[in-house]
């Protein structure tokens, strides 16, 4: 069905961490590049630091959150479709500056080995 991305970031400005409006802008400029449609955005900032944004797409979601006290955050974008979602994560990393970040890439909604076995099988016996 789609592509997972979850993804963790360090290193990254606690200003830049901290600040709704460059999350939001990061977020808009990350969805453009990945080429995905923007349903609706939230983004809400803690006390006293921190934000969380989600966004819901047309081809599912972004969501992110940040503790700029450590310089890092959290992201997790779901692509279905022909999205482009490691574009629209470098995208999002370049915009907060992350130094250093680990990506972990998730096939969602495909079928397992033993369901692509029992297909195969039954179309052969046809």
Not at 18 to 25: G, S
Not at 65 to 91: R, S
Not at 103 to 117: D, H, L, N, V, W
């Amino acid at each position: 069905m789609g592509t997972h991305l979850v993804v963790d970031a360090w290193q990254a400005p606690a200003e830049l961490l901290n600040d709704p409006d460059i999350i939001r802008r990061a977020l808009l400029e990350a969805i453009a590049a990945g080429e995905a449609t923007l349903i609706d955005i939230c983004v809400h900032q803690f006390s006293p630091h921190g934000v969380t944004a989600t966004v819901t797409l047309a081809e599912s979601h972004i969501a992110i959150h940040t503790w700029p006290e450590y310089g890092y955050f959290a992201a997790d974008l779901f692509f279905c479709g022909k999205g482009k979602p490691a574009l629209a994560m470098e995208v999002l990393g370049n915009a907060l500056q992350a130094k250093e970040m680990t990506m972990k890439e998730i096939q969602r909604g495909f079928p397992s080995t033993a369901e692509m076995q029992r297909r195969l099988e039954a179309s052969v016996s046809l």
